[in-house]
């Protein structure tokens, strides 16, 4: 019988040969200590622009004694998935406090709590679309609704990026076909930090009688009043709506949620196959993550998220005056469009060489061309380590 595992091997062997000569070879850096906005990357010391760490809260003093505290309390780990025994009190009541938290877009809300947002988004998409479905999905989504969409056998329509009469006119178009409609959208995307036009998305899915999820995984904590996500942010309340918040990014620990009516909630934890068949996270974890949502919706949250806006403000005004392109981002995500692979890389060695970590955004994360570099503020920064950053990108 012929072998075929070398082959295998050499095809292996020769696509990173391809990607290396196309600049898209990916490095990890490993990093000493807690992630902050000074850490020790490799060894060095250096200010880190690449965290989605966007309050500052992953190193937080009264969370990491939470999560201590969990785990004297729950132990280690949760022992098995949620319906087979691994769903503990620390989760309950964690899901209990996320629906009071971020549901008030919908009436009677319940919150379901998922180890990351990849699977909460595999869940949400693949439980409520499957072949009978008509999907409607921006040009840049995340790659966790696009592959839950793929998952699903849904039939898919992508519009180009916030184009909304583009989505209009597909969803006419799809007239009065029975099938149930879905459209599926970031709010802030994650590569432009643009914000998706949400009031506009709502009017649609009320016209045309489509569900609209909702991927707030850069806007929850950050945007709206005390940090309750980008739905409060444009006061929206629709029935129409299903929303995902991550808990790994501002909310500095690990983890999503789905918020929606408690019906849709039920469904999920009947049917959605990435929450059923995976451990529960460990209970610690969710302590956490209670403790962290405390401090985003109180004054200390309020506090981070004013020094996040002028932060903001500054960078905006910092690479203006660059030769390179700026995405008109008010969020924290910030990119410096650069073009080609090579110079972006080249760039951002020259800033490792200030002690600066910004990452090189490439394809396929962005599309070909429009390779950048991805400025993300976090609350733990200071207008110091913005002044660094200025007097980098000056030199180059
Ligand atoms: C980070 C991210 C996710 C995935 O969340 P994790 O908890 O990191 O798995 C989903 N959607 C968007 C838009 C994201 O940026």
């Not at 802030?188 to 998706?196: P, Q, R």
């Not at 002028?310 to 995500?333: C, F, G, N, Q, Y």
């Not at 080609?340 to 490792?352: C, H």
């Amino acid at each position: 019988m012929k072998d075929t595992s070398q082959a295998l091997y050499e095809t292996l062997k020769q696509g990173l040969v391809d990607i290396d000569a196309r600049g898209l070879r990916r490095r990890r850096k490993t990093i000493d200590g807690a992630c902050s906005a000074h850490m020790t990357v490799d060894g060095r010391e250096i200010v880190g622009f690449a965290s989605n760490d966007y309050l500052g809260l992953a190193a937080h003093e009264a969370i990491r004694a939470a999560l201590a505290e969990g785990a004297s309390r729950y132990g280690a780990g949760s022992g098995g998935s949620h319906l087979l025994g691994g769903h503990s009190r620390a989760h309950a009541q964690l899901e209990d406090d996320l629906a009071a938290f971020s549901g008030g877009f919908v009436d009677n809300p319940r919150a379901l709590y998922f180890s990351t947002g990849y699977m909460a988004n595999l869940a949400i998409v693949t439980a409520l679309a499957g072949r009978g479905t008509l999907v409607f999905s921006d040009a840049l989504n995340h790659a966790s609704l696009i592959d839950g969409v793929r998952l699903s056998r849904a039939q898919t329509q992508i519009y180009p990026h916030a184009d909304m009469d583009a989505l209009d006119a597909m969803l006419d178009a799809s007239g009065d076909s029975a099938a149930t409609k879905l459209i599926v959208t970031d709010t802030v995307f994650s590569m432009d930090g643009d914000i998706a036009p949400l009031a506009r998305l709502v009017e649609l899915a009320e016209q045309y009688g489509a569900w609209l999820i909702v991927d707030d995984a850069h806007g929850f904590g950050v945007l709206g009043p005390q940090g309750r996500g980008a739905l409060a942010h444009y006061a929206l309340r629709s029935p129409h709506l299903v929303y995902v918040g991550t808990l790994g990014k501002a909310a500095g620990v690990s983890g999503a949620f789905v918020a929606a009516h408690e019906t849709v909630i039920e469904w999920l934890i009947q049917r959605a196959r990435p929450y059923i068949f995976t451990t529960a996270s460990p209970p610690a974890v969710a302590h956490a993550v209670s403790k962290s949502i405390e401090i985003i919706g109180g004054d200390e949250g309020d506090r981070r998220r004013a020094h996040l806006a002028s932060l903001i403000e500054t960078t905006r005004a910092m690479l203006k005056r660059t030769r390179w392109l700026p995405v008109d981002s008010h969020t924290a995500v910030q990119p410096l469009v650069i073009g080609g692979n090579d110079e972006t890389l080249q760039i951002a060695a020259a800033l490792d060489r200030h002690g600066l970590w910004v990452p090189a955004i490439r394809p396929p994360t962005v599309p070909a061309g429009t390779s950048r570099l991805r400025i993300s503020l976090s609350a733990a920064h200071s207008e110091d380590d913005l002044a660094r950053l200025d007097h980098a990108l000056k030199t180059l």
